[in-house]
């Protein structure tokens, strides 16, 4: 079952807080440790991608107003408590997996993605969304040399 990308989309000012690079590389070592529930792995070492992207430019809820009210969340690098931050996971993945791996995964890849963050948590304001799709694609076609440097798991 093929495809596994994880596509992570957050608010910039998080670039001068955090390492996304390590939480890249943390979530795709979470995705290549799953398994099913027959114990064989969940994703293929060649398939599976991690990638993040910066929203440079972005609004997130009230602009502020509710953190600013509550005050002080920790130090931050803005010093300001309504500096709100989030980050967004979407994990796709092809059709045929079970709701017990869905959940196996997703559960992984959240309290992988917590730990990261927990830093952050403690310094700012900042959501985090993980969603997994599933789906059956009406084109799909690959074209990689990735996959022979992996040898085929035993049927």
Do not use: W
Not at 29 to 55: E, N
Not at 121 to 139: M, P
């Amino acid at each position: 079952l093929p495809m596994p990308h994880l596509v992570i989309l957050y608010t910039g000012n998080l670039d001068a807080e955090t390492d996304m690079r390590a939480l890249c590389r943390s979530l795709a070592d979470t995705m290549l440790a799953a398994h099913d529930d027959a114990g064989k792995p969940v994703f293929p070492p060649g398939g599976t991608r991690v990638l993040a992207y910066p929203a440079p430019y972005f609004a997130v809820s009230d602009g502020g107003a509710a953190g600013r009210a509550a005050g002080p969340h920790g130090e931050g690098t803005s010093g300001d408590p309504g500096d709100y931050a989030f980050v967004y996971l979407n994990l796709r993945m092809a059709s045929g997996r079970t709701a017990a791996t869905h959940k196996r995964v997703g559960d992984a890849l959240l309290m992988a993605t917590k730990a990261h963050f927990q830093p952050v948590f403690a310094n700012r304001y900042i959501g985090v969304t993980l969603q997994i799709d599933e789906g059956n694609e009406v084109f799909d076609a690959k074209h990689s040399n990735l996959h022979p440097l992996f040898p085929k798991p035993a049927a």
